[in-house]
């Protein structure tokens, strides 16, 4: 008979219907150990389930306009912080895809985030990243700025959509039809992915902002207003990257 840990080697070594067959294989032995194992990837599969049941739920508005072609998510990050740029991301999918945990960018975890990148990355159709500067958000203020950054996001795509889908905004200048979606980033898969690729953009444009200007505290707050980032624009007065017209107050 096995030991208890050669089984979870065995079984963490294992993978699909090979796990599947050892799990029913396992269910036969008594030993709490084995037990707990057993239920362990059982809750896993429950949950992997529910997971492909929910992106499923996500491709509502890709499975409706399935019809018209290409279909792109438009979403941003960073229209509310006092520094740094407005990012906009443009994702097209392809009409098969795969990727779970697709959710909006604020539900995930840094770490899912960055995972989820990458993965859009290598599978998406193509993306496209738009970016409006601090000063061009005070020089034509933050909606209109935030249109700005999708359409260079979408004008940066491989592959021209045939429908936009967007969080809950309609980008003027755009011929493209375009469907806004409120809270769209948590129900379509495509808007999901814009909106992580924003994200991660993102913040890691402001990590690399906090090397050259450290005393601002960027890649911890990412420049939205925390306690710590206000006491700093107090302290040394605003950076090249603050936004004029967000910071007024504070100074």
């Known amino acids: 008979m096995k030991t208890i840990r050669e089984i979870k080697e065995e079984l963490q070594a294992a993978s699909g219907t090979e796990r599947e067959k050892l799990l029913e294989l396992y269910r036969e032995d008594t030993r709490s150990g084995v037990v707990g194992l057993v239920k362990k990837y059982d809750r896993e599969k429950e949950l992997l ?131 806004p979606i409120i809270k769209g980033d948590a129900k379509s898969v495509s808007i999901a992915a814009a909106s992580i690729i924003a994200k991660v953009t993102r913040d890691r444009l402001m990590a690399e902002y906090d090397k050259i200007i450290p005393e601002y505290g960027f890649a911890s707050h990412k420049g939205y207003g925390s306690k710590s980032h206000i006491e700093a624009i107090r302290q040394y007065g605003p950076s090249p990257i603050h936004r004029a017209t967000f910071i007024k107050n504070f100074l």
């Not at 500067?133 to 940066?156: F, G, H, V």
């Open 49 to 179: 389930e529910k997971e492909k049941q929910r992106i499923e739920d996500m491709k509502v508005y890709e499975n409706t306009y399935s019809h018209v072609g290409w279909i792109c998510g438009i979403d941003e990050a960073g229209r509310g912080p006092l520094a740094g740029p407005v990012v906009a991301g443009a994702v097209i999918l392809p009409e098969d895809s795969k990727i779970l945990w697709l959710n909006d960018s604020k539900q995930l975890s840094a770490k899912k985030r960055e995972e989820l990148y990458d993965v859009i990355m290598e599978e998406a159709i193509s993306v496209g990243v738009g970016y409006a500067s601090p000063a061009r958000i005070d020089e034509i203020n933050i909606l209109q700025a935030t249109y700005e950054a999708m359409r260079e996001a979408i004008s940066k795509l491989a592959v021209k959509p045939q429908i936009l889908l967007n969080d809950a905004v309609t980008i003027p200048q755009v011929e493209i039809p375009q469907v």
